[in-house]
């Protein structure tokens, strides 16, 4: 396979929603500065409850609106007292009678779904609402899940690669969810490309379920297990879970079994960091079961987020230095092509970029 | 108003005194190495008291010279024991016998006067001792002054600013000295500019003082109350104060009312980082009112410091972004047009610059 | 004598044996990761004892091997579990059946001697065993000796002036192994160069034995002492010892008196930093005796560390800045002729540099 060049830092794709927090990161009257595609952002909850999202820069003196704070439905700068609506339009200035029409600061489209802030750092006009992915198991009642924000140190498509290719189990996770490496090589990986949708799954029919499906579930004999990964600028979802043999897993019936969905929302900060917003799901239940799931995942992504880490290192000392591929690396390397095309289209003249 | 640049590392003022640091800063025998205008000097003061800034940076091989040790009226180089005296010339090299007159480091021009030292970082020859801003209260029996020395990791114009504005008060310092916005916009501010010298003042007659004022002094009627900014390049005092209402206080007479001066000493260290040499004098002497005068200063001065460095933090991701002035920078925009002009005089040719 | 430039960052001379760390470092089965001339370097010892060195960076998707674990006679990447053997190539990918000829990473020529692991940083077909310096007082029964590795944050060429000129002695070290200035100053310093062999040696024949040279052998009279400093790049042996006097010291009769040898391995990591992988030999063997030695020893070095991590900050501030030269810089001056000789010839077209 001819070697390709690995996630280097070649900026970002604007036009695009991109996840920006967990509703629950602001209470109203909250605020909290974040940095995405290297423009800072302040997010604001007003007190009726509608959330915002600024340019975390005072027009005036610069100073962080993350600073100040929410004064009913404006976010008030904490120097000289300038108010700022959820548009971005200042509305008072205290040291002034009027308030000039140059005194505002950008607005980012923000729209809260499923539990999630969704932003658009692109062209505002051609951020659609509509095309903001669903994920309905945050509202499910049969699932329980949990969420959580990673701050990586790495450029943001080495996470990609990392969701994408699921053979690093056996390697980083050997101690927690990995298994054995030979289980992981010795079934068939599916990869197929959906327009911007990437989706790579392996099925372990008729399979001994591993301890830690037993101990969810109760398994007792052979199962049909799952894994299956599915990528859309720029989110991953995964999909892994079991039912008994032979009972319809392969063709959606599901609810008898044992499900866990991961909910992969990958923002980059700047280029050689990342904000990683994940969740995980699960239908079992029993007793201190998702607590377990919940945690063993976060002790696992911790092991992930070390690796991307050290990777960075190497890339940034040689960013333009060729890495090799490997036959498991097809996932990720559609994902990628995804982005590279997308990122080409919107660099194009005629094409609005931010 | 038009939208103006904010302060951004367009370089220094070389030729102007600056505060290198405080007397006390030095017994005889003892040095110090800081940075002034991107230059690393050394401060030390000989065994007999005399004060001396040299380059920070043996002529051999290049150790500060902050490291070594002061020997009677030198400073003695810690790695191959070179020594210089006060004017930098280099009289003694243990390892040979003779002595070149290549072997010198940098000396500048330094004054100790008012508890303060005074350097000039420009050209030599132009260092006028007169020209140095007498600063009285330092001397005054009637008042107590207390000297701090703050490292701020900002640009030195955006203190200067800061200083000039007083209307950030009831923002940044809502919980100490800010009091209520509305009494702050409801009086006029004068401006006015005498050669290099900027003067902001504003007046408050037959107001009612606010609480500290009555501690510190025991005010029980209305007062006539004043805030005045004086900035000379590139020193700020700000002479705020009391007395009781129709007793002079406008005519100059206030020595039976509440005064506080404040001494704010700016020397760029680097483009975004200061000394802040300040001082503040009362003549309130009761029974431990200097001191909750003195913390409570020290403590607003923190504040304006975390603001600042914020302020930078986003003036270094795009420095030539423009920023919008509001009514109250009229003080700061006069303060700045005197240091762009001076700085733009001293880099014209037939200037002789550092 | 004129100004002469200071080890300003000038680069690296890359065909030549370098330290790489000491043989206890590595116990079979371990490995660890270093920086060698701005180069990644990850040092493993396989179960059967083999030592290898890789460059740290796996081909696949640059994750540090180091990170790895060593398998057999292999080291293992983390990630996905690529093998490679101890000349770089990959052996085993686990998520194909073949391994591409493309699959390897650079290996270092390594060569375990004297306790040493020396490296190959250049061209490898230049790597000539029989030019590593032999060091036998390692492996010499007489002596007792301890190995050290100080990470220095400095450029490696303020090492070896450091160690050429022993005029620093009474000023750095005032502390320790000082004494006095005076006798460090009357006696003759002798310097020759042989090829590119830089000696520079200090007799002091008759003297007075400093306090610690009696504790260590019990010298009751006068002594021929001996200061011997040798440089081959890159490397520096200091040999410091007394002898009772008129019984053949400079003849090289010394095995009845007391001598400690110094091992300096000056490996640059970056442009301003440097490995120092040194040792003291003694072989004064009393009881507590070579303790004392390595002790003092290694807090004298401490000493020389802070040095020259000062003298870095301002030479990096102003790399191109000239320097004076001292008569106690003959040494040095020297030893920087040869090294600058070398790296101009190994970048001359026809030699294959790295």
């Given at each position: 396979?001819?070697?390709?060049?690995?996630?280097?830092?070649?900026?970002?794709?604007?036009?695009n929603w991109y996840v920006a927090g967990w509703g629950t990161d602001l209470a109203p009257g909250e605020r909290v500065?974040r940095?995405f595609?290297?423009?800072?952002v302040v997010l604001f909850r007003t007190q009726s409850g509608e959330v915002s999202a600024l340019?975390?820069?005072?027009?005036?003196?610069?100073?962080?609106?993350?600073?100040?704070?929410v004064?009913?439905e404006?976010i008030?700068?904490?120097?000289?007292?300038?108010?700022?609506n959820t548009q971005g339009?200042?509305?008072?200035?205290?040291?002034?009678?009027?308030?000039?029409?140059?005194?505002?600061?950008?607005r980012y489209p923000l729209v809260e779904r499923d539990s999630l802030m969704w932003i658009w750092m692109?062209?505002p006009?051609?951020a659609d609402e509509t095309a903001i992915p669903a994920h309905p198991w945050h509202a499910n009642?049969?699932?329980?899940w949990?969420s959580?924000h990673?701050?990586?140190?790495?450029?943001?498509?080495?996470?990609?690669?990392?969701?994408?290719?699921?053979?690093?189990?056996?390697?980083?996770?050997?101690?927690?969810?990995?298994?054995?490496?030979?289980?992981?090589?010795?079934?068939?990986?599916?990869?197929?490309?959906?327009?911007?949708?990437?989706?790579?799954?392996?099925?372990?029919?008729?399979?001994?379920?591993?301890?830690?499906?037993?101990?969810?579930?109760?398994?007792?004999?052979?199962?049909?297990?799952?894994?299956?990964?599915?990528?859309?600028?720029?989110l991953?979802?995964?999909?892994?879970?079991?039912?008994?043999?032979?009972?319809?897993?392969?063709?959606?019936?599901?609810?008898?079994?044992?499900?866990?969905?991961?909910f992969?929302g990958?923002t980059?900060?700047?280029?050689?960091?990342?904000h990683?917003f994940w969740s995980?799901?699960?239908?079992?239940?029993?007793?201190?079961?998702?607590?377990?799931?919940?945690?063993?995942?976060?002790?696992?992504?911790?092991?992930?987020?070390?690796?991307?880490?050290?990777?960075?290192?190497?890339?940034?000392?040689?960013?333009?230095?060729?890495?090799?591929?490997?036959?498991?690396?097809?996932?990720?390397?559609?994902?990628?092509?995804?982005?590279?095309?997308?990122?080409?289209?919107?660099?194009?003249?005629?094409?609005?970029?931010?």
């Amino acid at each position: 396979m001819p070697g390709t060049s690995a996630a280097k830092e070649e900026g970002f794709l604007y036009n695009n929603w991109y996840v920006a927090g967990w509703g629950t990161d602001l209470a109203p009257g909250e605020r909290v500065g974040r940095t995405f595609l290297n423009q800072p952002v302040v997010l604001f909850r007003t007190q009726s409850g509608e959330v915002s999202a600024l340019e975390d820069r005072c027009c005036h003196r610069a100073l962080p609106l993350s600073f100040g704070m929410v004064e009913g439905e404006r976010i008030r700068c904490s120097y000289h007292g300038l108010e700022f609506n959820t548009q971005g339009k200042c509305e008072k200035i205290p040291a002034q009678d009027k308030v000039p029409s140059t005194a505002c600061v950008r607005r980012y489209p923000l729209v809260e779904r499923d539990s999630l802030m969704w932003i658009w750092m692109g062209e505002p006009a051609l951020a659609d609402e509509t095309a903001i992915p669903a994920h309905p198991w945050h509202a499910n009642p049969r699932f329980r899940w949990k969420s959580f924000h990673y701050d990586i140190q790495g450029n943001w498509e080495l996470m990609i690669e990392n969701l994408m290719d699921l053979s690093h189990l056996p390697y980083i996770h050997a101690q927690t969810i990995g298994g054995n490496p030979e289980l992981h090589f010795g079934i068939k990986t599916n990869s197929t490309r959906d327009g911007d949708v990437v989706r790579v799954s392996r099925h372990m029919p008729n399979s001994e379920p591993p301890p830690t499906y037993k101990t969810a579930k109760g398994f007792t004999g052979k199962v049909d297990r799952w894994q299956e990964i599915e990528f859309m600028p720029v989110l991953i979802r995964i999909n892994t879970g079991a039912c008994d043999a032979d009972t319809g897993a392969y063709e959606g019936k599901r609810e008898h079994g044992f499900s866990m969905v991961g909910f992969h929302g990958i923002t980059p900060e700047t280029e050689t960091t990342t904000h990683y917003f994940w969740s995980v799901a699960t239908d079992a239940l029993a007793d201190g079961v998702p607590e377990k799931v919940f945690q063993q995942t976060a002790d696992t992504f911790r092991e992930d987020q070390e690796v991307l880490e050290l990777q960075q290192l190497r890339i940034s000392a040689e960013p333009d230095r060729p890495l090799l591929d490997i036959a498991s690396d097809v996932g990720s390397r559609q994902a990628r092509q995804v982005l590279r095309r997308l990122m080409k289209a919107e660099r194009e003249p005629g094409m609005v970029a931010a």
